[in-house]
């Protein structure tokens, strides 16, 4: 699993679609391989980059829960506070 693709369900504010793009981003680059693809692949990265962006955005939106919403300063805290003790 890509270390840098956060969480995106059921935050407080909810997750924008700039935020799912990156995901989808940074999981086509771990599957490819590519940082950035050369013109010859360009057409099929940013391709497999806007399917990908488009299937997570269904998903987030048709998964439901009673949950109370997260916190998304609080995640971000405890990730940076992990990231420190490593």
Request: proline share 6%; hydrophobic share 40%; aromatic share 6%.
């Amino acid at each position: 699993m890509c270390r840098s693709i956060k969480p995106l369900y059921h935050f407080d504010p909810p997750v924008t679609e700039t935020e799912i793009r990156a995901a989808a981003l940074q999981y086509v680059r771990k599957i490819s391989g590519y940082a950035k693809p050369s013109k010859a692949n360009e057409v099929a990265f940013n391709a497999a980059v806007e399917a990908i962006s488009a299937v997570s955005a269904s998903l987030l939106s048709t998964l439901v829960t009673d949950a109370t919403p997260r916190n998304r300063a609080e995640m971000e805290a405890r990730a940076r506070a992990a990231r420190r003790k490593e």
